[in-house]
């Protein structure tokens, strides 16, 4: 059985990395990777980390590009590299827009697609935007459908959609197991992290922050900012913001935080320094999909930078709290964490609606049985 993975983006390499793993490891697989070449640094840390080296480089990105010319490029670099694979099957994953032009390639060619984390739905197609829009067209093209939960399974089914679906779970938290086992068991390792992270002042509790989504430029990261300077200006607490590189996120986060006492601005870091600073965190603020799933797994209340999300059953459980953009319910969720004992427990109970870490594991069986069958 021959297998074409197709990654686009760092959280799609951390997510398709434990089943690339055991994919390579196991007897009768022929696993081979592709990347799109998006985010080229942040994707070869994620790579590196996980010892995985890409056959092939659509290198598909060009300066200033827009989505559309970006899907034809990948559409049209997938089914060159599908007419000289010929794999059995393409796994894609999530809702890039890699994963999305990938998936119809092979659609095209009548090659089986595998979905993983198939079914996650906001219900409006411009939050996240076009994420929404890219998940539901993979699924109504793929084969097999691997939903994380029984309400993604119910989206799916809801659909009428004609791919076989299975509840597997979300990689993300093999992943992030993987990596936080390595940084508990390693200390040597968390101390030279450690060493690379800012600082906090003693007495002071740490906030990460991630905010990057499209859908949130502009206005929405301006209010975001405008948040966190009233939250370090009450002294309690020191913020740290892994910046993005989009110009449009980073020219506006240097803008207004950037001299900004008590607000660290850092570089991206690789997944190791990610894990470590949710680890460490004491609540996070990200609009992110994948922060969702990690922080809550690490015991770590979650404040929603956005307005609805794909991933509800975090909010159910009551880890993940929906603030949207709007200063004020921002500095007002984080004062209740920082202020109520109990508010602030009741959203560290570790939740696992994602799985325990055995995705890639419940992957690889049912790609097996489906092509035994």
Known sequence: MKTLSVIGTRPE????????????ATPGVESVVAVSGQHRSMLEQVLNLFHIQPEYDLSVMAQGQSLNSLSARILQGMDELL???????????GDTTTAMAAAMAAFHRHIPVVHVEAGLRTGSLTEPWPEEMNRRV???????????????????LAENLQGRIHVVGNTVIDALQWVAQRLEKDA??????DAGLPRIAEGKRMVLLTSHRRENHGDGLAHICDAVTELVAGGE??????????????DVVQQR??????????????????????????FVLTDSGGVQEEAPALGKPVLLLRDVTERPSVVEAGVVKLVGTDRQRIVSAANALLHDSAAYQRMTQAAHP?????ASEQIVKILLAAKAV
């Open 138 to 156: 993979i699924d109504v093209m793929a084969d097999l459908l691997l939903a994380p939960t029984e309400k993604a399974k119910a989206n799916l």
């Open 257 to 282: 935080l950037g001299h900004v006492a008590g607000v660290h601005l850092i570089a991206p870091q690789d997944y190791v320094g990610f894990v470590r600073l949710m680890q460490r965190a004491f």
């Open 237 to 250: 607490v020191e913020v740290v913001y892994p910046v993005h590189l989009n110009p449009l996120v980073k």
């Open 354 to 358: 994602y799985g325990h870490g055995d």
């Open 13 to 24: 390499a951390i997510k398709m990395a434990p089943v690339v793993r055991l994919l390579a």
């Open 188 to 193: 040597a390792l968390q101390e030279r992290v």
């Open 83 to 93: 007419e000289k694979v010929q794999p059995d099957q393409v796994l894609v994953h």
